[in-house]
């Protein structure tokens, strides 16, 4: 088995995430729809604070996510829910590796 050596931060809501952004983030992993702001919206704000960052969307809206004029940065990954964790897993690693 595995470990994470990296830290991994959780927020409850779409305005926590955005307080939590740190230039450090490799990865920010987000559901669209949440209280607070959306996911696209802390995407969007993630990725022009940190342009390196790599975005992935875990959602049930994955036409919301990618139509165009949705505001989610370009390049984003999607994960149509339901996902499974096995899925999300190899889609980090992919990411990470890249």
């Known amino acids: ?20 952004l740190d230039p450090s ?6 559901d669209i729809v949440m209280p607070g702001a959306d996911g696209i919206e802390v995407a969007r704000q ?3 604070r940190h ?3 790599r975005i992935v969307f875990i959602t049930g ?6 139509a165009p004029g949705s505001g989610a940065p370009e390049g984003a990954k999607v994960l149509s829910k ?8 190899a889609e980090v690693e ?4 890249a």
């Open 82 to 89: 339901p996902v499974h964790l096995r899925d999300i897993v």
């Open 1 to 20: 088995v595995q470990t994470c050596a990296l830290p991994i931060y959780a927020c409850a809501d779409g305005d926590e995430a955005l307080e939590a």
């Open 25 to 30: 983030f490799d990865i920010l992993l987000t």
């Open 61 to 66: 809206f994955a036409a919301v996510a990618l």
């Open 51 to 53: 342009p390196s960052i």
């Open 46 to 48: 993630a990725a022009a």
């Open 94 to 97: 992919k990411l990470l590796a």
